[in-house]
């Protein structure tokens, strides 16, 4: 009788038991079905549209390729499998030099030009790619043009500081792997369209300047080259030149025009003292 009594509590504690996680498996389903209904999270508002929609189309970057390492991937590669004792100048940055056709600007020259721009990036992206897009390709000059889109804050805010560091980090690997660096200075923006009010907004014309003086007094510290862009490309009231310009930030082909000789200076100046 007692032996009956108890196989018949087991299997109601047995029973109990099983309920018990029967229940915990339906929960556990019913949440994971709600959060998968949920909309997936925003990327916070800056108060300006523009900028918003442009970081929230970059989503997918931001998650899977932060800094777009497969955009030039193939081409490095190939580069890599030709002879490296030519004179290869690396040009890094931004969409400034994204659209920048480097080829038609230096012509016959006694180097080579690499174009390493990607559109929108900012100076951490350009740190994920740095060794990829520079170190490996073994030039002797790189040419840096960044910070632009830091102070806009396409990837977050961003303090003049970390900015700052990015470059001086740049500077010492490019350092280590006897690169010569030369940090060009950003370049003005202008608001004199309507199309360039936002991107002129998100630009402070005293933070362009702060980092400016940085890089020029690092430059100096260090022994790098300088290449001021600002001031050749710089009006009256402290704005882009309306004539070089069609949107207020990146240069037209009048722009380009001015800056190809300097860059060319900066360059000689860089591998004569290689």
Not at 41 to 68: M, N
Not at 206 to 220: H, P
Request: charged share 25%.
């Amino acid at each position: 009788m007692h032996a009956d009594k108890s196989k018949k509590m087991k299997r109601q504690d047995c029973m109990r038991f099983w309920n018990v996680i029967g229940s915990i498996l339906f929960y556990l389903v019913l949440s994971s079905a709600a959060l998968a209904q949920q909309a997936p999270p925003s990327i916070p508002s800056t108060g300006f549209p523009g900028i918003d929609e442009y970081r929230a189309s970059r989503i997918a970057i931001y998650t899977d390729d932060f800094g777009q390492l497969a955009r030039h991937r193939a081409e490095d590669a190939a580069l890599a499998t030709t002879a490296t004792n030519e004179n290869r100048v690396v040009f890094l940055g931004d969409s400034i030099t994204d659209y920048w056709k480097l080829d038609d600007y230096f012509p016959s020259k006694p180097y080579v030009v690499i174009n390493r721009g990607v559109d929108g990036q900012s100076t951490p992206e350009m740190l994920v790619r740095f060794r990829q897009d520079v170190i490996d390709l073994h030039p002797k000059v790189s040419i840096v043009l960044a910070g632009t889109n830091d102070i806009a804050g396409v990837t977050g805010r961003t303090r003049n500081e970390d900015i700052e560091a990015n470059y001086a980090t740049m500077a010492e690997l490019a350092s280590a792997h006897h690169i010569r660096v030369i940090f060009a200075s950003l370049l003005p923006v202008y608001n004199y369209t309507a199309e360039s009010k936002e991107s002129f907004a998100l630009r402070p014309r005293e933070r362009i300047l702060a980092l400016n003086a940085w890089l020029k007094d690092y430059c100096a510290k260090n022994e790098l080259v300088y290449l001021d862009y600002y001031s050749a490309l710089v009006d009256g009231q402290g704005m882009l030149k309306r004539q070089l310009s069609d949107d207020g930030l990146h240069p037209n082909a009048a722009g380009y025009k001015i800056m190809a000789p300097m860059a060319d200076k900066a360059i000689a100046n860089a591998l004569s003292n290689h």
